[in-house]
């Protein structure tokens, strides 16, 4: 059974770090491109960012460049979002999701979803 798990999330002033991790179970991992995807509640998703099933490739939704960095480790079976510089404007439900690709920018190519990590980003 496949089963994401997030964690990482929690309170955080504006300009502050975090670090976000989801371990996946359930599938050969190394095949499989990952994402994080955003929502603020009463709000649709936001795709904040991607990345290939060898970790090669990225994509990051305009308002996170430069500021969020996506990574993987294979052999942990886990996906990272290394959050900087942070602002109010990124208070979201945070969730992991996996492709059914090696790679997709699409959302309907992704089948599975974590159960989400709260950031709040507050003075």
């Known amino acids: 059974e496949v089963h994401l798990a997030e964690s990482g999330g929690g309170l955080v002033q504006p300009g502050g770090s975090l670090r976000l991790s989801c371990i996946a179970i359930g599938f050969t991992y190394r095949n499989f491109g990952m994402a994080w995807v955003r929502q603020v509640p009463g709000k649709g998703f936001e795709w904040v960012a991607l990345i290939n099933s060898g970790g090669s490739v990225e994509m990051y939704t305009d308002s996170v460049k430069g500021r969020f960095t996506i990574s993987r480790d294979n052999a942990k079976n886990t996906v990272y979002l290394n959050m900087n510089n942070l602002r109010t404007e990124d208070t979201a439900i945070y969730y992991c999701?996996?492709?059914?690709?090696?790679?997709?920018?699409?959302?309907?190519?992704?089948?599975?979803w974590g159960q989400g990590t709260q950031v709040t980003v507050s003075s």
């Open positions: 999701a996996k492709s059914v690709f090696s790679y997709s920018r699409s959302a309907g190519q992704y089948d599975y």
